[in-house]
């Protein structure tokens, strides 16, 4: 046995609270309870149910799909109403007909006129939104062959009010080939 030969000076001594050690012991012995416990409860076997027939399959199978059904019906009848604009009034012009929206519509509705795109197209969906069909004329950087597109198919042109839902889309509208 070793023995150091001087003795530690009373400054270095470090007295122990006897309440503060039976506190972290009785934590101690909580933890390790808990954790015997937990262990022991993973490797206690689940009950077992009823037994199952063809005949109580069948009544479960039944059961279960009144219930989804009864809850989907639930589900449907208190859904909100849609807000939404079903139908936009100037949806022809869109080009589903020979006359053309010039603020609402896609830069791929003029690919139906020779000429127009992808040129003065671009140029007109790029610059709008316009008050009237003359104001297409204004377009800085036209050029006057592009000019002369336009007079061409302007009887077709019609100025509406710009639709948010439609004036996002004029340039790509995400559908590809």
């Known amino acids: 046995l070793f023995l150091h030969p001087r003795p530690l000076p009373c400054s270095w ?54 219930k989804a059904a009864g809850a989907a019906a639930a589900a449907f009848a208190a859904a909100a109403p849609a807000n939404a604009v079903i139908d936009y009034e100037n949806l022809a012009y869109l ?28 140029k007109i969906v790029s610059n709008g939104p316009y008050k009237s069909v003359s104001d297409v004329y204004n377009i800085p950087g036209l050029t006057s062959a592009e000019k002369d597109v336009i007079k061409k198919y302007e009887s077709r042109f019609v100025a509406l009010k710009p639709s948010a839902d439609y004036v996002i889309d004029r340039i790509n509208n995400g559908l590809y080939r």
């Open 95 to 122: 080009g589903g007909s020979s006359t053309v929206d010039i603020n609402n519509a896609n830069v791929r509705v003029y690919l139906k006129m020779p000429g127009m795109y992808p040129g003065a197209a671009g």
């Open 13 to 66: 001594t470090f007295p122990l609270d006897p309440i503060s050690v039976t506190n972290k012991i009785n934590k101690m012995k909580l933890l390790s309870l808990a954790a015997c416990v937990a262990t022991a409860a993973a490797f206690v076997p689940q009950q077992a149910g009823p037994q199952t027939t063809a005949l109580n399959a069948e009544a479960g199978r039944r059961e279960f799909f009144g």
